[in-house]
């Protein structure tokens, strides 16, 4: 109440003090008007009157003028007239006049002075000294007389104005009432508004602020939309999540000390990765260093919206994004990746430069554009209808062209420069190279700044060395790689895979003993490190303001359903994502367990990807019409099966299906990691919730409590859900939880933090001669 009051005070005072010097203007406009109108009124009848006197001045004068006189003294407002002699005696007079006016007026002096007109206002008080009986104000106007063209006298009239002041006071009275209600009106409205839109959302923000500070997690209270509220809350959810990150760090550290795990080794087993760890690591390692990625795929997308011409900015889904983002994060450093969105030049700086998460700036991203053709060439032919059916093995024939293949080539020069560019005037820079799309980019950097640490780290699977072998350009692409000072892939057979390729592509000393290639003396680590995502912890519930029941209802009533049960899956629309196997098992499923039909719901979150591609958007047909296929099979007025939400959703859309559904599908044909599985995993701080997860998917090896299927088997997959749908609760917790300390133990800091102190330990021959390049 005080807040209120000492809001609306000021309010109070300052629209009193408008509303009143508004009254009084009107007030004063008010009396000018009316005594002007009154001069100019005067005037008029004064020349009038002056026509008819001047004559009478010369025949019989006294009489006539009397006559005259009194007939005019009659009219509205008008006391009386005089006319004077050039002595200044009046000559004749209205009777009632007062008897002071027999004498000439000083304005009728001045105006037989000045031979013209002139007119004068004296008030109540001025007239009680002329005249005590008849004390009211009034106006005199005086015209000169003439004869022959000589002032032989004056002529005065008398005009009572006491109906002005009558006049001003009913306005000055109105005003004043206007004046007040305006001020209750006004501040009665603001009162409410300021309790409506500000106290009221501001103490239900700061008893959010004190759930949270009290480490009992809430959503945002409900307060009105608008930016003031949506900014604040999205600082205080970056500051709550950061609070509970560092909270959970500091128990878990606090809780491991406690049980004595005093061996250094198990500890760097059990003690968690967090941000801040790997940023005093990486701090310690890189001393001071800053870190360089490179990627195709861009954290960050600047879009032009359509519909308002407004720019928004899109996160890809890309597992590269969801890996690399925290890292980032937690290190600084300079991410330099392909600009793709339509609106990304209008964000940069004159060196293709922003600071990014747009809002809240902590690491660099340089762009580098390509044309049309460049991308057609590079990223759509070499690397995704070449390389990447080439490392899937998923039934889709790799396409390589040679235009494709110099187009390749040509981009990964560029990145490297680019590459060189940002590291210019570092000593001894650590690079962390990403995926297939750059398997010529390690060789070229290192050549340039042999003083450089570099990674490079490829996030799909590589095949066997027969498959392998297909690519016309296999020796080239190896011996690009090779440039690098490590290689990284998911999982261990992917190295295998991979050193065997090396044996019969290029020549080389494959070294299987400790995993090295050396090549022209120039040695390659290669690695497993099974890629994650940051682990939220306690953040999620900050978001999660309701129920997961409630949420099924939420969603369900949005996607325009009826159903009691949900499972979902989340992939970009990929033939090797296994999508069509996942929907032919849901009707498998629904074939065999018709009791769930008009209950279950299957939402498949899909984003479109690699539309240019033609395999791709067919592809994207096919998973549509497959739906429709199914649907129509089976669906009633208020249910279907299955929802296709062919859309790119936010992390936070994502979030409400995860935390709603039974369980979540992956079901890829071949996927180097994949991140939803962990991230379904992750997500579900209710320990409730069933993952159903490919074997062919690097994830399975670590998430043994996931339902393991073999996608190729529709009744496996059928069986799979219908398992999942049947789970009790306790075994539902026991394997969530499992799955979840793992995701937790092994995130993607503890990805990052092996793979940067393995790579900072490699000892790097550096030429004697070397000159640090300096910034242009
Ligand atoms: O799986 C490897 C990967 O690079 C992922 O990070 C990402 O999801 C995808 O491939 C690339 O997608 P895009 O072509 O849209 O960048």
Not at 135 to 155: M, Q
Not at 369 to 383: I, N, Q
Request: charged share 25%.
């Amino acid at each position: 109440m005080r807040t209120t009051l000492k809001i609306v005070l000021p309010l109070i005072v300052s629209v009193s003090a408008v509303s009143l010097l508004f009254a009084a203007y009107q007030v004063r406009t008010e009396k000018r008007i009316l005594r002007n109108d009154l001069s100019r009124r005067a005037e008029i009848l004064g020349e009038s009157l002056q026509e008819s006197v001047e004559p009478l001045l010369e025949r019989a004068p006294e009489r006539s003028l009397q006559r005259l006189v009194d007939r005019f003294g009659q009219r509205e407002h008008l006391k009386g007239v005089a006319v004077y002699n050039a002595a200044g005696t009046a000559l004749a007079i209205t009777s009632s006049l007062s008897p002071i006016f027999r004498m000439r007026p000083s304005v009728a002096t001045r105006a037989a002075q000045a031979d013209k007109g002139a007119g004068e206002f004296l008030s109540a008080e001025q007239t009680i000294l002329l005249n005590k009986e008849d004390a009211v104000p009034i106006h005199i106007y005086a015209l000169p007389l003439h004869r022959d063209d000589e002032v032989v006298g004056t002529l005065a009239l008398f005009h009572d104005t006491s109906y002005i002041d009558k006049q001003v006071s009913r306005t000055l009275r109105d005003s004043l009432l206007n004046a007040f209600v305006q001020t209750v009106l006004i501040t009665g409205l603001a009162l409410i508004l300021v309790r409506w839109t500000f106290t009221g959302p501001l103490t239900r923000t700061a008893t959010w602020l004190r759930t949270l500070r009290t480490g009992q997690p809430h959503g945002p209270p409900n307060v009105p939309q608008g930016e003031i509220f949506d900014a604040l809350h999205q600082e205080v959810t970056h500051l709550a999540r950061d609070l509970n990150t560092a909270r959970a760090a500091a128990e878990e550290e606090a809780r491991l000390r406690d049980s004595n795990a005093s061996l250094w080794t198990a500890e760097r087993l059990r003690v968690l990765w967090t941000a801040e760890r790997l940023r005093v690591s990486v701090r310690n390692k890189l001393q001071e260093k800053p870190l360089y990625v490179v990627s195709n795929r861009e954290p960050y997308m600047h879009v032009f919206n359509e519909k308002d011409k407004s720019v928004n900015v899109i996160i890809p889904a890309s597992g590269v994004v969801t890996a690399l983002e925290p890292v980032l994060l937690a290190c600084n450093g300079t991410w330099i990746a392909n600009g793709s969105g339509n609106a990304d030049r209008e964000a940069v700086d004159a060196q293709d430069h922003l600071r990014v998460p747009p809002d809240r700036p902590s690491y660099t991203l340089r762009r580098v554009w390509l044309s049309d053709e460049e991308d057609r060439g590079y990223y759509e032919g070499f690397s995704n209808e070449g390389l990447w059916p080439l490392c899937h093995i998923a039934h889709t024939r790799p396409m390589f062209r040679p235009d494709d293949w110099l187009q390749y080539q040509k981009i990964n020069r560029r990145f490297a420069d680019a590459v060189l560019h940002e590291m210019a005037g570092t000593e001894s820079p650590i690079l962390l190279a990403q995926d297939y799309h750059f398997a010529l980019l390690p060789r070229m950097v290192k050549e340039a700044r042999p003083d450089a640490r570099v990674a490079i780290f490829w996030h799909i699977p590589w095949p066997n060395p027969e498959v392998f072998g297909i690519c016309p350009w296999q020796r080239e692409l190896v011996d690009g790689l090779l440039g690098a000072d490590l290689i990284g892939f998911h999982i261990q057979s992917h190295c295998n895979n991979f050193l065997e390729t090396v044996d019969r592509a290029v020549e080389a000393l494959t070294e299987w003993d400790r995993f090295a290639v050396n090549r022209q003396g120039h040695v390659t680590r290669v690695r497993p490190y099974p890629i994650s995502v940051a682990f939220p912890e306690n953040s999620r519930r900050v978001n999660q303001a309701r129920s997961a029941g409630a949420e099924r209802a939420a969603l369900c009533a949005e996607m325009g359903i009826e159903a009691s049960l949900l499972g979902v899956g989340v992939d970009r629309v990929d033939y090797t994502k296994g999508i069509l196997e996942r929907f032919r098992g849901i009707e498998r499923f629904l074939e065999l367990n018709p009791a769930y039909q008009r209950r279950f719901t299957f939402a498949q979150i899909g984003a479109p990807s690699r539309t240019d591609i033609e395999r791709y958007k067919n592809f994207l047909d096919e998973v549509g019409a497959e739906a429709e296929r199914i649907n129509a099979r089976f669906q009633s007025s208020r249910w279907k099966p299955i929802v296709f939400l062919k859309k790119h959703h936010s992390h936070e859309e994502i979030a409400r299906f995860y935390h709603a559904a039974s369980f979540c599908m992956v079901t890829s044909l071949h996927d180097g990691m994949n991140l939803v599985a962990k991230e379904y995993a992750a997500s579900r701080d209710d320990e409730r919730g069933v993952l159903i997860l490919s074997t062919f998917a690097g994830a399975a090896h670590e998430l043994s409590d996931a339902l393991l299927v073999n996608p190729y088997d529709i009744s496996q997959l059928a069986d799979a859900i219908h398992r999942a749908l049947e789970m009790p609760e306790e075994e539902q917790g026991a394997r969530m939880r499992r799955m979840r300390q793992t995701v937790r133990e092994h995130n993607v800091y503890r990805w990052a933090a092996h793979l940067l102190s393995d790579l900072t330990e490699i000892r790097i021959e550096i030429p004697d001669r070397m000159e640090v390049p300096m910034p242009l």
